[in-house]
C-alpha cells in the first residue's frame, strides 16, 4: 500500500507526516459507530472562534443507510464519483456563518470548519483510514437533498474508507495516485519579519 | 501545568486529545529555528483546493526580530495583548482569495488555511509547546504594518510559546486558564441520514 509520507525539511508529528488523500478505496471494508464517532470526536474538539463550532457534520453511512450514502453521492461531480463509489462513508461539512450568541457574521466560519475536518482526517489516519476533501459537488442539490437550511453553506463533502491498492483506479486517477505528494517549497508561502521576506530554511 | 485533555466518548489520537488554547506563556523560553521550521512545515503538507495552498504564513519571532514581534503585537486587541506579551513568537496567517490558476474567487480558501493552522497547533503541540490562534486584531493595521498586499485577507494571529503556571495570569484569564474545556453535545452538530437527526452515540 501507498504510504507517501510528507518530505519534510525537519522531522514533524508522524500523524500529520502520514495523512493524505488517497482515492483508491476498499468497497468491502465498512467503518464502525465507534469509529465513524471517533472522527466526529476528533472535529468536536478543533478549537473555534468565541467558542461557535460552526461546523455541521453530516453523515452518510452505506453500511447502515444506504439511502442517505446514495443522496449524498448524486451531488457529487462525475468525476469523483468514478472513484467515490467505494467510499463507505461520506461525511458532507456544512458551515453556519452567523455566531450563535449574536447573530453576526462569522468571518472564521470556514476557517474554523476547516480545522475540524482536518482533525477528522488526522483521526482517520490514527485509525488506518484515508480520507479525501471534495469541494466539487452541487451544493444547491445536497441542500434540497437534506432538507440543509438555506441560512447554511456546504463546505465540502468527505470520503472515508480503508485505503487499498492504486490498480483498482482508472485513469486519470490511477496516476495521481501513484505521483509523489509536492508542495511549494517553503518559501513561498512562510515569511518572516515582512511580507515576502521568505523564511530561511 | 494544566493539560485539560479533551474529554471525549470514545478515545481519539493524544495529539488531537491534547491540543488546547492555554493563555499561560513562559516569557523566558524561545522557540527554536527548527522549531519554527517544523510548524510551517506542519501548516505545508495540509490538504487544499486544486493544490492551491491559499496560506501565507509570516513569522515574527520575538527572539531573532523584536521589531517584528512588536509591530506584529501592537496589532491585537488590548485584551489579548494582556497575555500575548509573554508569548515568543507571533504567526500571523494570511489567505490568499483567489486560485493561482485561474484568478478565480476560492471559496475554500479561509478553510483551507484554517486546516493548515490546525496541523500548525497541533505540530506545537506534538513539541510540547502551546498555541493560541486569535481573530481579535486590527488587519487594517496589520496589513500597513507589514505591507501585506491590499487582495489577501488577514485570517488569524497565532501565539506560540511554552505553558506555563495560570498563575502568572490575572483575572479574566486565570479563570479560564482553569475552566473546564467544553463543547457543544455531539448530537447538536453532528447528523446521521438526514438534517437534524442526530448522531446516535
Redesign the interface.
Known sequence: MLTKL?N??????P???K???SRAIDANKFISR?Q???L???A????S?Y?D?P???????KAT?P??WEKAFACLAESNQAWVKNAPLLILAVASPRFRHNGEKN?????????????L???AA?LGLTTH?M?GFDMAKAHAA????EDLDC??MIAVGYQTEAEILSEPYYERELAA????P?E?????????NS?A?
Request: net charge negative; with cysteine; aromatic share 12%.
Open positions: 510528507a519534510t525539511l525537519v522531522p514533524i508529528d500523524l500529520l507526516a495523512r493524505w488523500s465507534e465513524i464517532l471517533s466526529l470526536e476528533a468536536r474538539w478543533a478549537p472562534c467558542a463550532e461546523w455541521r457534520l453530516l453523515v452518510c453511512d443507510n439511502e442517505a468571518r472564521w466560519a470556514f476557517y474554523d470548519v476547516g480545522g475540524a475536518c482536518e482533525n482526517c488526522l483521526q490514527s476533501q469541494g437534506f432538507n440543509i437550511p463546505a465540502v505528494r509536492t508542495r511549494q517553503i513561498t508561502n512562510c515569511f518572516e519579519g515582512s511580507w515576502g523564511f530554511k
